[in-house]
C-alpha cells in the first residue's frame, strides 16, 4: 500500500542552528502534503499545505520565515525549522493522499522528533 | 472556524467491557477519519467515514458517522489490553485534505 516515509525520525539540534526534515511519499505521488506538529500530550495542529511547485500556505499564527517548506517534486517536500529554539521541540509529522484511482486513505509519515538544546 | 471535539479525553476500562468514544464537530463535512497512536508513534489509518450514515467495523472497532447531527462514534467491543492507545478523529472541512483533529482520547485498558 501507499507509504509515507519521513527523515530523520529523530533529530537533536542546538538553539540557533536549522534543521531539515523530509517527507516523501514512496509509492505515488502527492501535488499536496500537509505538515502538522504535535506537542506532547496534545492533539495534532496543521502548520502548512505543501503544494507541489509553488508556494506553501501557512495555518493562522506559524511563521513562514521560521517554518520553510519546499515541495520541489511531486515525492518530496521538506520543513525546515531554522533558528530553532526550544519551544521548537515537538514531534512533527507530514501526511499525504494517493490521488490516483480516486483513494480516500490519508497517510502519515512516521514523525519526526525535534529536540533543540 | 471548525471544532472538533472528543470525549471522553480519557478512558480507562476494563478488560472485556464495551464503551464509546464520541466526535463531535462544528461544520458541515462529509468526510471523518479516525486514527489511532501509540506512545512516541505517528498516526495509524482505522476507518475512513465518507457519507451520512456510514459505519465501518473492524476487528472489535466500528465507526459511524451521521453528518446531520454532526457527530461520529468509534465504539469498542469487548475491550483488549492491546486497543490500549491514543484514537483521534480528524474532519476534512472541504475535502482538501486538510484535516482538523479531535482533541484525542488516550484508552488504558486494564486487566
Known amino acids: 500500500g501507499a507509504v509515507v516515509s519521513q527523515h530523520p525520525s529523530r533529530v537533536i539540534c542546538k538553539s540557533g542552528t536549522s534543521v531539515k526534515i523530509e517527507c516523501r511519499s514512496l509509492?505515488?505521488?502527492?501535488?499536496?502534503m500537509f505538515w502538522y506538529r504535535q506537542f506532547p500530550k496534545q492533539s495534532l495542529m496543521l502548520m502548512a499545505t505543501s503544494n507541489e511547485g509553488s508556494k506553501a500556505t501557512y495555518e493562522q499564527g506559524v511563521e513562514k520565515d521560521k517554518f520553510l517548506i519546499n515541495h520541489a517534486s511531486l515525492t518530496l517536500s521538506t520543513l525546515t525549522v531554522t533558528s530553532a529554539h526550544p519551544e521548537d521541540s515537538s514531534f512533527y509529522i507530514c501526511?499525504?493522499?494517493?490521488?490516483?484511482?480516486?483513494?480516500?486513505?490519508?497517510?502519515f509519515g512516521e514523525g519526526s522528533w525535534l529536540t533543540v538544546v | 472556524e471548525l471544532k472538533v471535539e472528543q470525549n471522553p479525553l480519557f478512558l480507562s476500562m476494563q478488560e472485556g467491557k464495551n464503551y464509546t468514544i464520541y466526535c463531535n464537530y462544528s461544520?458541515?463535512?462529509?468526510?471523518l477519519y479516525w486514527y489511532r497512536q501509540d506512545p512516541g508513534k505517528s498516526l495509524e489509518s482505522l476507518f475512513v467515514?465518507?457519507?451520512?450514515?456510514a459505519v465501518k467495523q473492524e476487528g472489535r472497532l466500528m465507526a459511524s458517522l451521521d453528518t446531520k447531527a454532526r457527530l461520529s462514534t468509534l465504539h469498542i467491543t469487548a475491550a483488549v489490553h492491546d486497543l490500549s492507545a491514543t484514537y483521534f478523529c480528524?474532519?476534512?472541512?472541504?475535502?482538501?485534505?486538510?484535516?482538523?483533529f479531535g482533541t484525542g482520547t488516550r484508552l488504558a485498558v486494564r486487566p
Open positions: 467515514l465518507l457519507s451520512n450514515g
Open positions: 480528524a474532519v476534512d472541512e472541504s475535502s482538501g485534505d486538510k484535516l482538523t
Open positions: 501526511s499525504a493522499r494517493e490521488e490516483e484511482g480516486g483513494g480516500n486513505t490519508i497517510y
Open positions: 461544520t458541515t463535512s462529509d468526510r
Open positions: 509509492d505515488f505521488q502527492a501535488t499536496t
